[in-house]
């Protein structure tokens, strides 16, 4: 930046509805600290190569503010998203195409599979898991499923706490896709998958006070965590993967699909799907005016209208599944350019 020219901040304020706030209590003070290299007697310092990229697979990636393309993550330091309609992310992997969602902190990628499995499949089959084992899904006592993706230490509670307890078993989609599915790939492809944390929390659908945003989406993503090889599409994935600036968190782009018909979550490469596909997350859906553990948050895309909406987890019409995983940091990509004709291709 240049003397005299301007440079605008994005800062996001949340308000906490259970605050009672008033005339004195609403100010508050923020600081910003901005790091910089002075240039040389005026002149304007010229970046150097990877200054404005992202070292992806040993490939210098442009970074992007608008339109499609690789951009910073505003909700998480440290990691670098995709986002937009038909982003350059494409990566071969078990000889397959499949799509970049990030690279995250630790230096690991993020990768879904470019097309949903063949076939439909349960979350979570019926009788499954036992309710013994499972106190939180209190459904099971009644021959339902669980919208909980794999077991957890400790407690399993919903983000209002209204109800909470035990997940010691995983689910059945969660067992699939890391036996037989995981067994299915080559040697090679599952030589670089880095085993990882998935954020497999419940995200809650505010549909009585509409108080939500993605930060709150992504909290309540990562109350609580599964560690394995194979996961599915979080939450915070599919939003944060849209240019639109309506797509501001999971409650208000359900209601708007509900109430107007309008997708504020388009401009987006993980919902740009065939007509009729529909694929599940790894989240729990909890709403505030019921009390039930096994619904599981989809995403589709139906009749022009795509975006998440929720799926009891025992359900197979239509839904299907989308394998997520983390590739190893130490991966390079040999050639290509992430076009869907050259994508990038691991060495």
């Not at 509900?258 to 007509?275: A, E, K, M, Q, R």
């Amino acid at each position: 930046m240049l003397k005299s020219e301007e440079k605008t901040f994005q800062v996001i304020v949340e308000w906490d509805a259970s605050q009672d706030f008033n005339e004195t209590n609403m100010k508050k003070e923020i600081s910003i600290t901005l790091t910089y290299e002075q240039s040389d007697g005026g002149v304007p310092v010229i970046p150097t190569p990877g200054e404005d990229g992202v070292n992806m697979g040993g490939q210098n990636v442009e970074l992007v503010s608008s339109g499609d393309g690789l951009y910073v993550d505003q909700y998480e330091n440290g990691r670098y998203i995709y986002r937009g309609q038909s982003p350059n992310n494409y990566v071969e992997f078990n000889n397959e195409l499949w799509r970049i969602i990030a690279k995250e902190t630790d230096g690991t990628y993020k990768i879904i599979r470019d097309e949903v499995l063949s076939g439909t499949m349960a979350f979570d089959t019926v009788g499954y898991r036992s309710y013994e084992n499972n106190t939180y899904c209190k459904h099971l006592q009644y021959g339902n499923a669980c919208g909980v993706y794999g077991k957890v230490s400790g407690t399993y509670s919903r983000p209002d706490e209204r109800f909470s307890g035990t997940v010691t078993e995983d689910s059945s989609i969660a067992n699939y896709l890391n036996g037989e599915y995981y067994n299915g790939l080559t040697p090679i492809a599952r030589a670089q998958i880095q085993q990882h944390v998935y954020y497999i929390g419940p995200v809650e659908y505010y549909e009585q006070t509409g108080n939500d945003s993605i930060s709150k989406n992504i909290a309540e993503e990562k109350m609580n965590t599964w560690t394995g090889n194979i996961g599915l599409v979080n939450v915070s994935d599919i939003l944060k993967a849209s240019t639109n600036p309506a797509c501001t968190s999971a409650t208000d782009q359900l209601n708007q699909m509900n109430n107007s018909g309008i997708s504020t979550c388009n401009s987006n490469y993980l919902v740009d799907l065939p007509d009729q596909t529909v694929y599940w997350t790894i989240n729990n859906a909890v709403w505030e005016s019921v009390n039930d553990s096994d619904y599981v948050w989809e995403v589709g895309q139906a009749e022009s209208l795509a975006g998440l909406a929720f799926n009891a987890a025992d359900s197979v019409d239509f839904v299907g599944a989308r394998p997520v995983l983390y590739l190893r940091s130490n991966i390079q990509f040999t050639s290509g350019n992430g076009t869907k004709s050259q994508p990038f291709q691991i060495g």
